[in-house]
């Protein structure tokens, strides 16, 4: 995978042009898009002639900044003017987008080419991006098995080279699961930092837009574009040296593939011989998190698709319609009790980070799970697919701090998992320095550094 | 309204609207709802709720930026 940061100085060395890496894009997007069902459009014509625009402002000295001619896959949930957003959904049919989201209207504004829109779990409601209008995403290191979700057509984009990033949205995890299983960084920013206006809703309230990319590096590049400041520099990584991690054990580690464990541990044994002191911590009332998730996503979604539950029900996947009308059950005391579990799971985890610089653990249990599985041997046991996905993700989503998923190197079996760090609430820019600090202990190899010139 | 009952009622209710598929998800609803009610952050009438973690000073305010 070509980083941002790797582009944009060999574009401004004249040594590349966005014309000739949007081509390579295209072209691996022609190769393997029938084989890995990433994109639900290709925006083929219009990558070109932005492209091209890109090429003619850098000749001409106009510079817009890192993110200047870079090839961006969108998550098909978020509006493109005059294109459809499907949310990879027949409820949507017919659909046309009449503006740019914000995110869009930023990453334009910052020069970036945008590709195409990717194939998610329908309505971002799943962790495996199998139940689709479009059929299922594969995972490109191994086309039998899930890519992740809901944006697993970002994640897979980014890791089989169709984009040097993508944009997807996270409200359980649904960045930072195919970000683990497909072997990128996947960024999930602070509640409430970059807009979400023009994205199909999943849950208004724990509903995040984020960058999947090949490093940490291009995931601050990429949220600041989203932010609407393309022109910020990544940030200096924090000194290992005294860097203050915690691990949540009780809980988030309790239930772990073998392999995961171990290459978690690894990232573990390098970040403390680099120089960072590892504590551990708990969160009290871990064990709530799910229940505390479930009725507020469930809520949330049940009164978004309520009139096209009625209305056309035939068109949602079966597996989709039924966790949408489970919300429709839900009681408002119980909707209260789980906000009420909210307030305390966010006040735990600020404690947990009062006398830490960031939270580690690993994204997921578990690699990337064979597509049509319901469950997965686990521990001791089987256990639901959708429950072992969400299970390490979804407390950041219902409590609003930033997390990124870095990759932590493959299993024996060649397949990618992620570890995952967490910051304090608003302050995501912090977080990103310590997780570029982290990269490279959390990666198992050196990444190197290339500045951007585009300011 | 008791977990029994709800749940009673719910599987009632999606097989009029002819959706039996509906009953193993309400059986995990309402283990997840059995889970959430007997947390010990909920609030009760008789007694006056316990703080279950004290409010921290943010790492925002005890650290330079």
Redesign the interface.
Known sequence: MMTIEEFSRRLRAGEITSTQVTEECLRRIDADNARLNVFTLVMADEARRRAREADKEVASGTDRGPLHGVPISIKDIIDIRGVPTTASSRVREGHVAERDAPVIAHLRQAGAVLVGKTNLHEFAFGTTSEDSAFGAVKNPHDPGRSAGGSSGGSGASVAAGMALASIGTDTGGSVRIPAGVCGTVGLKPTLGEVSIDGVVPLSRTMDHVGPLTASVADASLVYHALLGDARTAPPVPMPMHGLRLAVPRKYFCDLLDDEVRARFDAALDRLRAAGAHVDEIEIRHAADIAPVYLHIVLSDAAAYHAHTLETMPERYTPAVRLRLEMGRYVMAEDYVRALAGREVLAREVDAALAQHDALVLPTLPIVAPPIGAATVEVGRGREPVRNVMLRLTQLFNVTGHPAVSIPAGPTSSGLPCGVQLVGCRHQTDVLLKVALACEPQITGVSVPRGGTSGG | ?TIDA?LQA?IA??ERRG?P??KP??E??AK??T???A?D???SAVESRKS?????????E?RP?
């Open positions: 309204m709800w719910a209710d999606a959706l598929d509906l998800v309400l995990t609803l997840a709802t889970a959430l009610r947390a952050f909920n609030q279950p973690v004290e409010s921290p000073t943010s790492a925002a005890s930026s």
